[in-house]
């Protein structure tokens, strides 16, 4: 049975803001109308996969497989969402400011939108494991 969530309607969203933007402005260059169409479709595309039950079973699965790993590599793997998530809004929120949000920047930070939605998403599920 699929199962909507919030994150679902994240990624739906994001992908038809991508899409307005990429068909709306006339002046964008092929490249980035590509860019922005792609990463538009990635979006949609972990918008259906989120779905299905996989998705969510992934993280405790994978939680599972840690236990007998040694600690350092459990505690990378327990941050490594959190560093995605801020090395992916060091790098695209200046360049957006600094371009005064040019298309051109909006295509450049499009691309770490969906890291930082499937880390949001993987850090949610995380959370209610635990409760």
């Known amino acids: 049975m ?3 969530t919030l994150f679902t309607f994240l990624y739906l969203a994001a992908g038809v ?3 307005a933007i990429a068909l709306q402005h006339p002046d964008i260059t092929p490249n980035l109308k590509t860019t922005l169409l792609v990463n538009a479709g990635l979006l949609y595309l972990v918008a259906v996969l989120s779905t299905f039950p996989f998705w969510r079973q992934s993280v405790p699965q994978s939680q599972a497989r840690l236990r007998d790993k040694p600690a350092w590599r459990r505690n990378f793997v327990m941050i490594a ?3 995605i998530i801020a090395l992916t809004l ?3 929120i200046p360049d957006l400011v ?3 949000w040019a298309t051109e920047a909006i ?3 499009s691309v770490g939108l969906l890291l930082i939605l499937v880390s949001a998403e ?3 599920i995380r959370s209610q494991i635990r409760q």
Do not use: K
Request: one cysteine or more; charged letters at 10%; aromatic letters at 14%.
């Open 2 to 4: 699929r199962h909507f």
């Open 17 to 19: 803001c991508l899409t």
């Open 81 to 83: 969402p959190w560093l």
């Open 90 to 92: 060091v790098t695209a």
């Open 98 to 100: 600094n371009h005064n």
């Open 107 to 109: 295509a450049r930070a």
């Open 122 to 124: 993987q850090l949610f």
